[in-house]
């Protein structure tokens, strides 16, 4: 990265609070020193972080949107949630790259969709990079929660935003798009899998290699995975939960069996991998910037993983 | 079990052929001396294996239902598939307490809806039973692909099957009723999870505890998760597929770091649990005797593991 750019962080959307947010602010100051950040919340508390102030811009908000509130009705309140301050100001402020947020995922949609779409786009959708067994390989699974309930032409549209995605971010030449379903053959799907199938078989810029089956996800067999968001949030949320149940089982065997200094081990090793919850975050795709969405639950090392995530993408020259 | 039972068992059904059925079959007439078996399929073959011939029954039959077929048109071929021939047997012989197939889900489905449906019941589900972090503890998650799209009163339907299902085996006096989505809040979900959350939450017979997410699916936090069959199989599939990516994990350490001893104790503990391919079985609710379907890729080892979940369910007096 040549230049300074600015991320903008929603600082009030974690389950555990700004200071977590905060905290993972503070190191990705440390760690980039190219970058700045706008951070978006309760001025008095931020302040109180001592950050370099040079580096750092303050947005006052102090309201949020919780799970229980109606995103588009939170949208015209009088005043403005965190996280549709950070959107507004990523999208009028020329040197951010992107916005990182923890808040409510209907938020973050809507907030993206009134000020970062794209004209002749797709709605947007939220990716996640899933680990393959194979070393270094990723699978973009679209979309993990952006719509619940989609149509197969919108089906389509996530194939062709997870394709462009992997094909800058991954220097890919034609991507391998993959569709979710509960068999490999094409007669095989809801009703909403088996018109997608038909129409991404004969669409020309699709390189489209048939059903995936979710034995499969992490078997690296195709670049992009497409799928509804209520089918790709199981998918992202089952595969860490069943990691976290495994090391678990892996440690308690490690006690039981007086072994415990190489299951910690091997338990560290799949964390680093599938611990989703403090490392990953989702990326929307189909915005004019980026905006990355960590789980609400996060901590300190979402914010910095999402960072990370954000100057990677930025470095390999994935325009929006 | 008092008297002599009989599983009607259709031995076509296996991508790895016939021959890991009836070697199955061999290990389940060994294992249980009061069981006797009638087996569907090519009877050349059958005799070869030299069962004792007074505790089986040999019904000839060499067509199948494959995955390219409709399995409502396969019904009404004139040389009926193993697989009817399997359940129209279960259905006629009064000593017959369940039918075991691998074959294609949609035909199993099909069968069972002819010869077997209970008058005045819903449609029948596969239910799977999942191992929790709970020792000894299983979930009963339905449905996991006998209807890939339902309607919100189906969902309603496979709530009470697996209540009462789960009532029987384990004696659960008032099973805990979880609904599968993307958010713990009941305002979370897609169409049809919100429309049956407001069902189940006013459903007096069923002990609703609200959305489970699927991080949460081997948490032990409900004994009957409901889900459609579509998103069911994904949760079945998906926790299969990472639980064997992360066994090979372990094993890699293992190499690495000369500890394959230990790794090798871990990965056989984990697979006993999640190799839901070799082990495991989906049980039919919903049906006048029991219909247990096995994976497509069954070896040997899903029959023993379908007939012993067959004799359990009967020794523990659940009634169809």
């Known amino acids: 990265m040549e230049k300074n750019y600015r991320i903008v962080i929603d600082t009030l959307g974690s389950d555990k609070g ?12 440390e760690n980039n020193p190219n970058i700045n950040l706008v951070l978006v919340g309760d001025s008095e508390l931020i302040s109180s972080f001592g950050f370099p102030k040079e580096r750092i811009e303050i947005i006052h908000a102090t309201n949020t949107v919780t799970n229980y509130d109606n ?14 301050l950070a959107l507004e100001k990523c999208a009028t402020d020329e040197d951010a790259i992107g916005v990182i947020s923890s808040g409510n995922t209907g938020a973050v949609l809507v907030g993206a969709i009134k000020y970062l779409l794209n004209e002749n786009r797709d709605r947007p959708c939220l990716a996640a990079m ?11 699974l679209v979309d ?55 129409l991404l078989k004969d669409d020309k810029e699709i390189n489209f290699i048939g059903n995936i089956e979710a034995v499969n996800t992490l078997d ?27 090391i678990k089982e892996v ?18 090793h799949i964390m680093k ?4 919850e403090s490392n990953g975050a989702a990326i929307m795709l189909g915005t004019k910037k980026y905006v990355l969405k960590c789980r609400g639950s996060s901590g300190p090392n979402a914010t910095v993983s999402a960072c990370n995530i954000l100057i990677n993408v930025i470095n390999n020259k994935c325009y929006y």
């Open 18 to 29: 700004p200071e977590a947010i905060l905290e993972g602010a503070k190191t990705v100051l």
């Open 273 to 276: 991998n599938y611990d989703f």
């Open 130 to 140: 899933i680990p393959t067994k194979i070393n270094g390989h990723y699978t973009c």
């Open 71 to 84: 995103p588009m009705e939170a949208f015209y309140r009088k005043e403005k949630p965190s996280v549709f």
């Open 144 to 198: 993990t929660g952006a719509i619940t309930d989609c149509t197969s032409s919108q089906l389509v549209g996530f194939a062709h935003l997870g394709s462009k995605f992997v094909k800058q971010l991954y220097k890919i030449e034609n991507p391998r798009v993959g569709l979710l379903s509960n068999g490999s053959e094409p007669t095989k799907g809801n009703k909403l899998v088996k018109e997608t199938h038909l």
């Open 220 to 246: 690296g067999l195709c670049d992009v995975l497409v799928c509804d968001g209520f089918a790709g949030n199981q998918i992202l949320k089952n595969t860490q939960g069943v990691a976290m149940t495994l």
């Open 251 to 268: 440690m308690k065997f490690g006690v039981i069996n007086k072994q415990e200094d190489i299951t910690k081990q091997i338990a560290g």
